[in-house]
């Protein structure tokens, strides 16, 4: 059984970080593209980055670009997001998510972690 299990979420005050989990199990990490969208209140899901576990091929939303950074561990099969100068725009549900490929991040989801909150208030 696939599963995408998220953590790391939390509330932190503008200019804060903090280090989102998605621990990958039941399949062969390395042969997907695992990463991160988010959903703010009121709005719709945006992914926000990738990171193709075989080659290492990583993408980002320009709204997190130099700001966040997603890395793996493809021993443990988990992915991380480690998320720097956090602005209440970023505000959001979280979730993980697997795809074949970063290429065209999001057209392809085919499995889903449950979702964590992030709160940065101001």
């Known amino acids: 059984e696939v599963q995408l299990q998220a953590s790391g979420g939390g509330e932190v005050q503008t200019g804060g970080s903090l280090t989102l989990s998605c621990a990958a199990s039941?399949?062969?990490?390395?042969?997907?593209?695992l990463g991160w969208f988010r959903q703010a209140p009121g709005e719709g899901r945006e992914g926000i980055s990738c990171?193709?576990?075989?080659?290492?091929?990583?993408y980002y939303a320009d709204s997190v670009k130099g700001r966040f950074t997603i890395s793996s561990d493809n021993v443990k099969g988990t992915v991380y997001l480690q998320m720097n100068s956090l602005k209440p725009e970023d505000t959001a549900v979280y979730y993980c998510?697997?795809?074949?490929?970063?290429?065209?991040w999001g057209a392809g989801v085919d499995a889903w972690g449950q979702g964590t909150l992030v709160t940065v208030s101001s």
């Open positions: 039941g399949f062969i990490f390395d042969d997907y593209a």
């Open positions: 998510a697997r795809d074949l490929a970063c290429q065209g």
């Open positions: 990171i193709s576990s075989g080659d290492g091929t990583t």
